[in-house]
C-alpha cells in the first residue's frame, strides 16, 4: 500500500461507529460546528475533534475557519470507493439469490 493510501484509509476511517455517526450528522446538514457535533454524543469535544481528524486525513471532512470556530462539512467523495467496491458484491448476491431460487423451484 503506497504512502498516501496510509494517509488517506477511507475504510479505516469509517470503520467506527462514532465516525459513521459524524458523517451522517455532516450529511445531514450543510455545515456543523464542533460544539453542535459534540452535543450528539456522549464524549468531550477533544475526542470529537480527534474523530473528525480521521476523517479530514481520509478527505471525507473538509474544516474551515470562521473567526474562533471550525465548522465542518461533508466531502462525499471519497465513499464512492467503498461504494465501488460493495457493487462488485453486490452482484455478486443477485447471482447467488437468483441461483437459490431456482434450485428451491426445483425442489417443489
Known amino acids: 500500500m503506497s504512502e498516501k493510501n496510509l494517509e488517506r484509509d477511507v475504510y479505516a476511517?469509517?470503520?467506527d461507529p462514532t465516525r459513521r455517526q459524524l458523517i451522517r450528522l455532516?450529511?445531514?446538514a450543510e455545515e456543523l460546528p464542533l460544539h453542535e457535533l459534540t452535543a450528539h454524543f456522549q464524549m468531550g469535544r477533544t475526542a470529537v475533534s480527534k474523530h473528525l481528524a480521521i476523517l479530514k486525513?481520509?478527505?471525507l471532512v473538509i474544516a474551515r475557519r470562521v473567526g474562533r470556530e471550525t465548522r465542518y462539512r461533508l466531502n462525499a467523495n471519497p465513499l464512492k470507493e467503498i461504494q465501488d467496491w460493495i457493487s462488485y458484491y453486490e452482484?455478486?448476491?443477485k447471482e447467488r439469490m437468483a441461483k437459490l431460487n431456482l434450485l428451491l423451484e426445483e425442489k417443489k
Open 13 to 15: 476511517a469509517i470503520a
Open 26 to 28: 455532516l450529511a445531514d
Open 57 to 59: 486525513d481520509a478527505d
Open 91 to 93: 452482484g455478486f448476491w
